[in-house]
C-alpha cells in the first residue's frame, strides 16, 4: 500500500493503487488530547509576526468590530486544511501529486511560487526572528541574531527527526500562547465588547476596512505552508484512512487554539492601543513597540514577557516551513516530469532527500544576502502577486480534487463541504485579487 512506500528512495510501484477496502474501512483511532501534533506543526507555523501585527493595527483602527473576520479566517482554515488531510488520508497522494492530476499548467505555478517564496519569506523569517532578540539585547546587531535563527533552524531540521520538530514547536506555541494570553488578560479587556464584535459588522466611510477584514479573515495561520499538512501527518506515521477522525480532531483543535490566541492579540490591539490612540510602526517592529507600551503601562517585565511571545511566534514559523515546504519542494522535484498518471501512491523524498537539502540551503544561506540589501523590488513584487494566487489556488484545486473518483465515496466532500469550500474558495480570490491589486501597485503607478 501507499505507506509501504519507502520515503527516502521513492521507487514506484505499478502494484499499488490508493488503499484497500480493508483499509478504507479499518476501524478509526478515536481522538485524545495527546492525539494533536501535525495541526500543532500548521497552525504554529502559519501564524507569525505579520499576523500579530496585522490583528494588532486592526484592533487598533476599529476596536473589536472586526473580531467576527477572526473567527471566519479560522473557519476557513479548518476547512481548508481539513479537505488537504482527507486527501491523503483517503487516496495515499500527496497534495502535489494531486496537483499534477489536474494538468502541468499546476506545476508552471507551484515551481517558480515555492522557489521565489523560498528565497524572500528565507529572509523575512530570520528578520522577524531577530527583532525581539534585538530588543531583549540591544548590544547585539539584529542581523547577528537573524543569520543564527537561520543555521539553528538549518540544524534542527537537517537532523530529520519529525518528534523533535514537533516537541519544539509545541514548546514555542506553548509560550506563545501563555505570553499573549497574559498579556491580553493584563488589560482587563471588557467582555461585552468582545462579544458584541462577533456579530459582523464593517465601519462605513474607511476606504482601507476591507483591506483589514480580507487580512483578518485570509492571514489567520498560513499561505502554502496549508498544503504541507499532509507531509507532516506522513512524517508522524499518521498515513492510513483509520487516522481520519485523528487528523480533524488534531486539525480543528489547533486552528480553535489558534483562533484564541489571535483574538487576545486583538484585545491588546483594542485596549493598549486603540482606547489611548496609538499606532504601532508597520511591519515586524511594530510588534516592539506594543512591548514598549506594555512596559510604560505594567512595568518593564511585561515588555519582557511579551517580546520572549514574539519570538516563540516568529522563530516557530521559520522552524516549521524550514521543515514542512522543504518536503513540499521535494515532493514537487521529484515528480514534476513524471506522467499524472504514475503518481498514484505517496513516493515522496524525506527531509534526507537531495531535493529537500538543497531547499533547506535555498532557504537558509541564500536569503542572508538581502539582510544586508535593499529588497530588490521585482521579486518582491513576484512574490506579493504569485503569493496572492496561492490561497485561491489551495481552495478551488481541493475543490476539484475531493470531489473526484479516485477519492472513496464515503471521503468526498458531500453538499456541505462544497459549500463551505466554495465559500472560502470565492472569499480567498476576493482576497487575491485584493493582494493582487495591492503587489502590482508599484507596476501600475498606484
Do not use: C
Not at 117 to 143: E, H, N
Not at 192 to 216: A, C, H, K, N, T
Not at 258 to 264: E, S
Not at 340 to 368: G, T
Request: avoid cysteine; hydrophobic fraction near 50%.
Amino acid at each position: 500500500m501507499a505507506h509501504t512506500a519507502d520515503r527516502g528512495h521513492p521507487v514506484h510501484n505499478p502494484d499499488i493503487v490508493g488503499f484497500t477496502e480493508a483499509e478504507l474501512n479499518e476501524t478509526p483511532i478515536k481522538p485524545r488530547w495527546n492525539s494533536l501534533g501535525p495541526g500543532i506543526v500548521a497552525a504554529a507555523t502559519g501564524v507569525g509576526a505579520a499576523d500579530l501585527v496585522a490583528t494588532l493595527t486592526a484592533g487598533s483602527r476599529y476596536g473589536y468590530m472586526l473580531l467576527w473576520a477572526v473567527v471566519l479566517g479560522v473557519i476557513f482554515k479548518i476547512v481548508l486544511v481539513e479537505g488537504v488531510g482527507r486527501w491523503y488520508l483517503s487516496t495515499g497522494k500527496t497534495i502535489f501529486q494531486g496537483w499534477r492530476q489536474l494538468g502541468s499548467w499546476t506545476s508552471w505555478y507551484f515551481g517558480p511560487y515555492i522557489l521565489i517564496w523560498g528565497f524572500v519569506y528565507g529572509a523575512t523569517a530570520m528578520s522577524s526572528t531577530a527583532i525581539p532578540l534585538a530588543a531583549l539585547f540591544p548590544a547585539v546587531d539584529s542581523k547577528v541574531f537573524a543569520i543564527a535563527a537561520g543555521l539553528i533552524g538549518l540544524a534542527l531540521v537537517w537532523l530529520n527527526k519529525y518528534g523533535l520538530i514537533e516537541k519544539l514547536m509545541t514548546a514555542l506555541i506553548g509560550v506563545m500562547f501563555v505570553t499573549v494570553l497574559i498579556s491580553a488578560a493584563l488589560t482587563a479587556p471588557n467582555v461585552g465588547e468582545i462579544l458584541s464584535g462577533l456579530v459582523p459588522r464593517i465601519p462605513s466611510g474607511d476606504p482601507q476596512v476591507m483591506f483589514y477584514v480580507l487580512g483578518l479573515a485570509g492571514g489567520v495561520g498560513g499561505t502554502i505552508t496549508l498544503g504541507a499538512y499532509a507531509y507532516w501527518l506522513r512524517e508522524k506515521g499518521w498515513n492510513v484512512p483509520k487516522y481520519m477522525k485523528v487528523m480533524k480532531f488534531d486539525n480543528a483543535t489547533s486552528y480553535v487554539l489558534t483562533g484564541i490566541f489571535v483574538i487576545a492579540t486583538m484585545i491588546m490591539g483594542v485596549e493598549l492601543l486603540h482606547s489611548a490612540g496609538l499606532a504601532i510602526s508597520s511591519g515586524d517592529k511594530g510588534l516592539v513597540d506594543v512591548g514598549n507600551v506594555l512596559a510604560e503601562r505594567y512595568g518593564q517585565v511585561w515588555s519582557y514577557v511579551f517580546l520572549i511571545g514574539f519570538f516563540a511566534a516568529s522563530f516557530s514559523s521559520l522552524l516549521g516551513v524550514w521543515h514542512g515546504v522543504s518536503l513540499m519542494f521535494a515532493d514537487f522535484w521529484t515528480n514534476f516530469r513524471r506522467p499524472a498518471d504514475e503518481l498514484d501512491q505517496d513516493d515522496a523524498p524525506s527531509l534526507a532527500s537531495k531535493p529537500a537539502r538543497f531547499y533547506l540551503l535555498w532557504l537558509s544561506i541564500l536569503p542572508m544576502s538581502l539582510l544586508f540589501l535593499d529588497r530588490p523590488i521585482f521579486l518582491i513584487l513576484l512574490y506579493g502577486t504569485l503569493g496572492a494566487l496561492f490561497m485561491p489556488f489551495l481552495a478551488v484545486t481541493l475543490l476539484f480534487l475531493n470531489n473526484r473518483k479516485d477519492v472513496p465515496v464515503q471521503h468526498r466532500n458531500g453538499w456541505i463541504r462544497n459549500i463551505l469550500l466554495a465559500l472560502t474558495a470565492a472569499v480567498f480570490v476576493a482576497i487575491g485579487v485584493n493582494e493582487l491589486i495591492k503587489a502590482l501597485q508599484p507596476v501600475l503607478g498606484g
